[in-house]
């Protein structure tokens, strides 16, 4: 009975310890890729809740990590953003998504602001606004076509620091979201202080719009929350004809999620850009 709980430490120390070990291979072939470019942005078109029209994009990050291997956020995302790794990663798809918007507007294409997710780490970064600053200079782009999107729990976690940064942000000219609106505590107070545009609805709430009371009545409450506050209202993850047409009816306007298009190649969405019609 003795050597029990000694034997389970064991097991548990070196579950531990492979653990760590596979955190930090991980976070070594992270940095390589990162300095290798198999980093690449996917595009989820926005569209216009009234009349369909395309009004925005969110760039979403892919690891190509081989050929034959896309990995998705959730394989990477969370190690990245425990080590200054996001930091860099972040930069990159600023830098990237500015590069890109100059590229289309060369083309001669229709141009909608592109939403960047920015994670915490970043926020409490002094380099963030020196990272944009330097991007929109380099690419002359309008910077409205750059649109931030800043999680609640993030904006809401050190309000008053954030509050500084989002306005040294507006300064620039750049397009600010709150991401993810319902999974974090917000004050209402801090909310109606932060020089903001629009807000996202969590998908969490989005799915059982249909049937579940509750869901359906803090997604109509948002939208009014939001609009009051003067602030455009995007829903995350609508994949049914019931949710996009609560949503329409309760004046949200802005779609995303499958039921409209999924995440995008760069190919797809430029002729989407080029066109005007979805592949
Ligand atoms: P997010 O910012 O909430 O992004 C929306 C996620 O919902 C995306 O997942 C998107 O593909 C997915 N989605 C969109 N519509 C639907 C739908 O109708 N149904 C379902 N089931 N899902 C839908 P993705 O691309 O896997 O990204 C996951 C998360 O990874 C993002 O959540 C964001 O937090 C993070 N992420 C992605 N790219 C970046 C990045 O460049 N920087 C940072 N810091 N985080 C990123
Ligand atoms: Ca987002
Ligand atoms: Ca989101
Ligand atoms: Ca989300």
């Known amino acids: ?6 034997a ?3 097991f548990w120390s070196s579950a531990i310890n492979t653990r760590m070990h596979d955190r930090l291979a991980l976070e070594m072939a992270l940095r390589q890729g990162l300095r290798e470019g198999q980093f690449v942005l996917y595009y989820q078109p926005q569209f216009d809740f009234q009349d369909g029209r395309l009004v925005g994009m969110e760039a979403l990050m892919r690891w190509q990590r081989t050929p034959a291997q896309l990995v998705q956020p959730g394989g990477f995302i969370e190690v990245a953003e425990e080590s200054d790794l996001i930091v860099d990663l972040g930069a990159w798809a600023l830098r ?11 083309a001669g294409h229709r141009a ?3 939403g960047v997710n920015v994670s915490a780490r970043q926020c409490l970064n002094r380099d963030l606004v020196q ?6 200079g380099e690419t002359g782009i309008p910077p409205a076509l750059l649109r931030l999107e800043i999680t609640e729990t993030t904006a809401m976690t050190d309000a008053d620091q954030v509050i500084g940064l989002l306005c040294e942000l507006r300064a620039l000219g750049v397009g600010l979201s709150v991401d993810d609106f319902g999974t974090g505590y917000s004050s209402l107070a801090y909310l109606k202080r932060f020089p903001l545009d ?4 969590d998908r969490a709430f989005v799915q059982d719009l249909a049937t579940d009371s509750h869901d359906a009545a803090i997604v109509r409450a948002t939208i009014v929350l939001a609009h009051g506050l003067g602030l455009k209202v995007v829903a995350e993850g609508v994949e049914t004809e019931a949710q996009s047409r ?3 009816e ?5 779609a995303q999620g499958f039921l409209f298009s999924r995440p995008l190649p760069l190919a797809a969405v430029t002729r989407l850009l080029q066109r005007g019609e979805l592949a």
């Not at 990237?96 to 060369?106: F, G, K, P």
């Not at 990272?131 to 929109?136: E, M, Y």
């Open 1 to 6: 009975a003795k050597a029990q709980p000694r």
């Open 8 to 10: 389970s430490f064991q």
């Open 96 to 106: 990237e998504v500015a590069r890109q918007q100059a590229d289309w507007l060369r």
């Open 112 to 114: 909608v602001p592109v």
């Open 131 to 136: 990272v944009l600053r330097l991007a929109l």
């Open 198 to 201: 629009e807000l996202k609805i």
């Open 246 to 248: 609560f949503l329409a």
């Open 250 to 254: 309760h004046g949200c306007d802005t």
